[in-house]
């Protein structure tokens, strides 16, 4: 596996080279960080996909749909992320689910993670995070 260079406003960010593109779900009510959640992860050279809730990514999960990494907010309307996360382990699933919050105490996170969460992060993602995130993924 190689590494790129991709240009960014303010610096070079790495992207990962991979034979088969990295499936991301970005769970995420807020259209804004939406955006900048799916721009960040299209530079990495990922393949995107939007859901607004919990319960959308739970759906698509029922659905057939499978991802490598699920990307989700804690606080959404309809389903938030610590009941997505632990309905999607309760159903199997083995994608790498990383939390992003607005949330920086030590107990929202720690409540967020016992949820079956792999990692979780402060928002915004930047490229430093999104690289440790892909490079844990393409390692294990």
């Not at 990295?22 to 721009?39: A, G, N």
């Not at 659905?63 to 606080?75: K, P, Q, R, V, Y």
């Not at 967020?112 to 390692?139: D, H, W």
């Amino acid at each position: 596996m190689g590494f790129g260079n991709v240009m960014s406003t303010s610096k070079t960010i790495k992207t990962i080279d991979t034979e088969k593109k990295i499936s991301v779900l970005i769970v995420e009510d807020d259209l804004l960080i939406q955006k900048i959640h799916k721009v960040i992860m299209t530079k990495f050279g990922t393949e995107v996909q939007l859901a607004a809730n919990g319960k959308e990514a739970v759906d698509l999960f029922l659905s057939g749909a499978s991802f490598d990494l699920i990307l989700t907010d804690l606080e959404m309307p309809i389903m938030d992320g610590i009941e997505a996360t632990k309905q999607l382990r309760s159903m199997g699933v083995t994608s790498k689910i990383v939390g992003v919050t607005s949330h920086n105490q030590d107990s929202e996170i720690q409540a967020f993670m016992k949820s079956g969460l792999n990692a979780c992060y402060v928002k915004p993602l930047n490229a430093e995070k999104v690289t440790a995130v892909l490079n844990e993924l393409k390692n294990n």
